[in-house]
């Protein structure tokens, strides 16, 4: 059976004519890789703003970037980048420039403008890519949202994709030229252009990978893959090679910065592995994410969420009591905050949630717990960092969590809250925040490193 093949470029992938031509390359290499999704370009030596941003600061008269960068310079940004781009390339304009121009003169207001110019930057990368793999010798054809029924919700700032667009883009798989099509937007049942989440280009090369029902999902970036701990505190630390759909969701859920968490819901369902691969090093294999693999290792990756704190509350019977926590749950969620671990025992529970969400609400918060719940005593501690040991193997050896908690005794460093995940595959660890690099470093020497 042919391999169908989705490659989904971020970003740093397009921020320049270089970047552009090392695409065209890499989906030169394989006639499989037969749709494209691209990102608007990102930040480069001299944008700190990501093209999205500027065109969000455009449609906000400046209220996006408050501060920082006018209209003006936005603006300018824009029509600079798109230039560069077809300069670099050797492509002619074609009226690409004038039509951004028009574009930022649109009548539409609110939402929808904030929406419709917000697209516009995967919306022109999509057709220079397009017109380059053709002037390169690669048949192309650019895929706009608007014309193969990319269909979305009616949130238009934060769209969701609705179940006809599979249907829709499964059509595509008739086309014998490469599909580039724009990441991050799509159009409403009334034809209203409708952007996805913030870094949804990652969303609509999931679902594409669905839809055609390819063999696999590239994600092409800067990284070279998921790396077993943070790179920038352990500068030894490697790329995962294969991970299951579960642990990498694991780890993203507490720091690491993987991907839109969205993207992998449906290739996951269909079993659609993902690959996380680099651009700017193509030679290297990156990490594979699928729904099984081989637990050679016990722990895989160490997560590390800094700056949290946690509610501490005492009550009698509590943890007994029906409906405490869930009403203990339900005050955080009132003030938007989002909760990560909430140990319990008889009479006491703790829940940590982001340090940060607790500003201008804790006093508040407080009141309402104590008015809702009567709690004996009611503490907050701030400054903590929680560690997550992540790995299938954990389950067939459990010792690996001795080994943690060892290792930080032996080193002095207090344990604020243990908290061993239903499904035995993770482990989180609280500590001082102050020891949070030292610890992971630690960790990554006795766990990983070992192997
Ligand atoms: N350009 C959009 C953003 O900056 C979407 C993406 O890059 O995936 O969020």
């Not at 370009?41 to 500027?54: A, F, L, W």
């Not at 700032?157 to 249907?167: D, F, G, N, Q, S």
């Not at 990441?183 to 594409?208: C, N, P």
């Amino acid at each position: 059976m042919k391999r169908t093949i989705v490659s989904k470029f971020g970003g740093s992938s397009v921020e320049n004519a270089g970047q552009i031509e090392k695409v065209k390359n890499i989906i030169g290499d394989s006639k499989n890789r037969k749709f494209v999704v691209v990102s608007a370009p990102g930040r480069d030596e001299t944008h700190r703003q990501k093209i999205t941003d500027h065109l969000l600061n455009v449609a906000t008269s400046g209220e996006h970037l408050t501060k920082y960068v006018s209209v003006a310079q936005s603006k300018k940004a824009i029509v600079e980048k798109f230039a560069s781009l077809l300069k670099g390339l050797g492509l002619k304009d074609e009226g690409l420039l004038k039509n951004v121009e028009e574009d930022f003169n649109t009548s539409l207001k609110g939402d929808a403008r904030s929406a419709f110019l917000a697209s516009r930057g995967e919306h022109y990368t999509a057709k220079i890519v397009a017109a380059y793999l053709n002037k390169s010798g690669i048949a192309a054809t650019v895929c706009l949202p608007e014309e193969i029924g990319f269909v979305v919700s009616d949130e238009i700032l934060c769209a969701k994709v609705l179940p006809e667009t599979y249907a829709n883009l499964a059509k595509l798989k008739e086309k014998e030229a490469v599909c580039v099509i724009p990441g991050f937007y799509g159009v409403t049942k009334a034809g209203e252009i409708a952007v996805l989440s913030r870094g949804g280009s990652d969303l609509t090369g999931g679902e594409v990978a669905y839809a055609v029902g390819a063999s696999l999902y590239e994600n092409w970036s800067d990284v070279d893959g998921v790396y077993e701990v943070d790179p920038r505190i352990v500068k030894t630390s490697d790329v995962i090679p294969r991970l299951t759909f579960k642990e990498i969701r694991l780890l993203a859920s507490k720091g690491f910065n993987v991907f839109h968490f969205d993207a992998m819901n449906n290739c996951k369902k269909s079993n659609i592995p993902i690959t996380i691969r680099n651009t700017n090093r193509p030679s290297s294999v990156g990490t594979m994410i699928l729904n099984e693999r081989v637990p050679e290792e016990d722990v895989v990756g160490i997560a590390k969420l800094d700056h949290m704190a946690y509610i501490y509350l005492e009550k009698e019977g509590l943890g007994e009591t029906i409906g405490f926590t869930e009403c203990l749950l339900s005050i955080f969620n009132q003030y938007g905050i989002k909760t990560y671990h909430y140990p319990t025992d008889k009479d006491d529970i703790a829940v940590l949630i982001k340090k940060e969400d607790l500003a201008g609400n804790i006093n508040n918060l407080r009141s309402d717990i104590e008015a809702q719940l009567s709690p004996s005593s009611l503490e907050v501690v701030y400054d903590v960092a929680i560690l997550s040991l992540v790995g299938i193997g954990m389950k067939y050896n459990s010792s690996v969590i001795a080994d943690a908690v060892w290792t930080l005794k032996n080193n002095h460093i207090d344990i604020e809250m243990l908290d061993h995940g239903p499904a035995k595959i993770s482990f989180h660890i609280g500590i001082a925040q102050q020891h949070a690099n030292r610890a992971l470093e630690l960790l990554y020497e006795k766990l990983i490193l070992k192997k």
